[in-house]
């Protein structure tokens, strides 16, 4: 009975690492699962469209219902982004602003007829009075997303000292052992008769003994070649 409860456990625990979330799917809150990069756009453009639309229909220009809509929206991109989409989010506030507020101006008739001077001064004041916002936006949104590269990183990821013990382990087996000669392995692993105490180092010759007669020279080279030596005769008998 407990070893089936056991092998349940088990089973339960392979479950939910099984439907963990991965590290670079996860949003910046808890371990659930982020936004994807073009869910994120949106939530920061929709939100600007409706606060510039709002604005633009006033006062003709953006104030702070665009302003607040815009960074809240901004901000909530990048937090809930997942962790491999954040260059989107980090950039996306100038853009944004670049996209709404001309085409909301062009769009409600907030450029009046008369010239280009009259269309640039239209179109440049909302922009000019929705800069500091976009700046401010874009800073915070960029400090964000460096903040989360630095702390959202791969739970598995070697070490320093992990990393220096592998390069060292590589570096020992591509240098090869020194060898030692064969000559002195072969004097090393054949073993040596002791020699007795006080043995001279040579077998002395007997006094009176003759010297050997060295060989004369061209001796072997008197045979001619093919000759051999006679055998002696064999007894049958």
């Known amino acids: 009975m407990s070893e089936l409860r056991d092998r349940s456990a088990a ?19 808890g ?24 604005d633009i229909n006033s006062s ?11 960074f809240i929206g901004a901000l909530a991109a990048i937090l809930l982004v997942q962790r491999r989409s954040l260059f989107a989010p980090m950039v996306q506030p100038p853009l944004i602003l670049a996209a709404t507020v001309p085409t909301l101006v062009l769009l409600t008739g907030g450029v009046s007829k008369g010239g280009l001077s ?18 401010i936006t874009t800073a915070v949104t ?10 959202q990183k791969d739970p598995n990821r070697p070490s320093k ?15 090869p052992a020194p060898r030692k000669p064969a000559r002195e392995e072969s004097e090393e692993e054949r073993p040596r008769r002791p020699r007795p105490e006080g043995a001279p180092a040579r077998r002395p010759r007997p006094e009176g003994a003759p010297a050997r007669r060295p060989r004369p020279e061209g001796a072997r080279a008197e045979r001619p070649a093919g000759q051999r030596r006679p055998r002696p005769p064999r007894d049958d008998r």
Do not use: C
């Open 60 to 70: 003709k220009t953006v104030g702070w219902t665009f302003n607040a809509v815009f």
């Open 31 to 54: 371990s659930f699962k982020g936004i994807p990069w073009w869910a994120a756009i949106l939530s920061a453009l929709v939100p600007a469209f409706i606060g510039a639309f709002i």
């Open 142 to 151: 960029v400090v964000l997303g460096i903040v989360r590269m630095a702390i």
């Open 161 to 175: 000292d992990e990393v220096r013990e592998a390069k060292a382990e590589v570096k020992s087996r591509s240098k």
């Open 118 to 135: 009259a269309m640039a001064l239209g179109l440049g004041k909302p922009l000019i009075d929705s800069f500091p916002v976009m700046a």
């Open 11 to 29: 089973f339960d625990d392979d479950v939910e690492d099984y439907d963990a979330v991965p590290w670079n799917y996860r949003a910046i809150f």
